[in-house]
């Protein structure tokens, strides 16, 4: 048996319940009025605490009678809206061919798409499980780990797992994820010894040695990239002293920089490396890492390319497998099976008056049913 959902109205339903990332509450409430109907088991947990938390998770199963598992992941937290949109951000309206609202795209409307393909996809042909956070645009701490731990204890485990993020460039189907770069912020603090600027003997200033620490940084090239991954890139991304005045030389200066790489490296190693590079200009530096994620990869096989197929089945479009942009909870999701990651075009995600084509939730309602068939067969 097979039901119908409206994957506009959905989305609609979705998009007009405020959702700021960490998320909680209503948003939540609207996505299990449309599944609980469908034959799905719907499980919520608040976890964490502030600032970062509390955080809203949403695990969904309907056991099928195939021997399959198929698994489909999302966030429904987004970013704030920000202040000049042409409407309310989140008073969902249709003007012409798009729909307007924040999470149009990333990622409410993929979201109501997958439950629209999932009504329409029998119950009996396979297990289908929803992974659903409302911490992903945030420090993600309390979201799909914990999600994780929840799906390990209570046995869930799929077989592949798509993430709807909007992955399509120019138009929709044109792209899709295979893996992602790693993700490092790391810190340095190079203490020195405040003083009058003129008795420097009297004083250690600490800005000719961060100098010497970040000009050695940028000397260094980490690789030329691989086959399915571009060159990691190290980046700065401040320096501050925080010194008013100008007869003073600073007690302490610090920097940060931010790493993109690849999967050649781990991100502890890159932390290491830095605080060698540092510790050998001064040996009393401070070096804090925080890693977001570690490179991951799902190299080309039968997950892609069933996506593939569904995606030219509908469009007559030939994906792109890549793993340009920023990270996603893909990160954490590749520990239990093959991922990739496929979703509308990304145009307007994170920007003033986000939409979505209408026709293109439809589209890919279908994809997202082709994918259903094919994984679930």
Known sequence: MTHHVDPVELARALIAAPS??????????????????????????????????????????????GPKHFGFAGHLDVVPPGVG??????????????????????????????????????????????????????PAIFGTRALMEHMDARGVKP??????????????????????????????????????VAYPHLADNPIPKLVKILTAID???????????????????????GNGATN?????????????????????????MVERIAHDVEPNARVVGKISGE??????????????????????VTPEMSTTGGTSDARFLHALCPVVEFGLTNATMHKLDEAVAVQDLRTLTAIYQGILIRALA
């Open 20 to 65: 700021v990332t960490p998320a909680t509450g209503a948003v939540f409430d609207a996505l299990e009025a449309a599944l609980t109907p469908l034959g799905f088991t719907v499980e919520r947990f608040i976890d964490g605490i502030e600032p970062d938390g509390p955080v809203e998770n949403l695990l969904a199963v309907r056991t099928g009678k």
């Open 85 to 138: 949109w042409t409407g309310d951000a989140f008073a969902p309206e249709i003007r012409g061919e798009l729909l307007y609202g924040r999470g149009a795209v990333d990622m409410k409307g993929s979201i109501a798409a997958f439950v629209a393909a999932a009504a329409a996809t029998p119950a009996e042909a396979g297990t289908i499980s929803l992974i659903i956070t409302g911490d992903e645009e945030g």
């Open 159 to 196: 077989d592949m797992i798509v993430v709807g993020e909007p992955t399509s460039v120019s138009k929709l189907g044109d792209m899709v994820k295979i893996g992602r770069r790693g993700s490092v912020n790391i810190w340095i603090d190079v203490p020195g010894t405040q003083g009058h």
């Open 219 to 241: 000397t260094v090239s980490l690789d030329a990239g691989t086959d399915w991954f571009q060159p990691s890139n190290i980046e700065f991304t401040d320096i501050e002293v």
């Open 248 to 272: 003073v030389i600073p007690a302490s200066a610090r920097a940060r920089l931010s790493i993109r790489f690849n999967d050649r490296h781990r991100g502890a190693d890159l932390v290491a």
């Open 295 to 316: 490179a991951f990869l799902t190299p080309p096989g039968d997950l892609s390319a069933l996506v593939a197929e569904a995606i030219h089945a509908e469009t007559g």
